[in-house]
Nanobody, 122 residues
Framework: QVRLVETGGGLVQSGASLRLSCAAS????????MTWYRQAPGMQRELVAD???????YHADAVKGRFTISRDDARNTVYLQMNALKPEDTAVYYC????????????????WGQGTQVTVSS
């Protein structure tokens, strides 16, 4: 099982920047997709950004042009650079990865982090 630890959340003012990190640890794993979700109070969890093993990325319309997802495979870490933050970005941010163990590429698994709180004040 891959364990994920997210860091980088906090309380900032509107217009500020934050960078979230999500580091994966475990044994003999290979990560495919790495994804950030967020969940605001009383709202459903929504996809924020995704990046494939090949580096192809997707950003939700709500964050496009402000947030950038990236990954460092040597560190098994995914990042979310968040610029020009708005109060509506306030949420708990979760990372999730799809991975396989050893050479079992057909048996893809997933893990979720515990979440990190991002609060943007107006």
């Amino acid at each position: 099982q891959v364990r994920l630890v997210e860091t980088g959340g906090g309380l900032v003012q509107s217009g500020a920047s934050l960078r979230l990190s999500c580091a994966a640890s475990g044994s003999e794993f290979t990560i495919n997709d790495m994804t950030w979700y967020r969940q605001a109070p009383g709202m459903q969890r929504e996809l924020v950004a995704d990046i494939t093993r090949g580096g192809r990325s997707y950003h939700a319309d709500a964050v496009k042009g402000r947030f950038t997802i990236s990954r460092d495979d040597a560190r098994n870490t995914v990042y979310l650079q968040m610029n020009a933050l708005k109060p509506e970005d306030t949420a708990v941010y979760y990372c999730t990865v799809k991975y396989y163990i050893g050479r079992e590429y057909w048996a893809e698994r997933s893990s979720w982090g515990q979440g990190t709180q991002v609060t943007v004040s107006s």
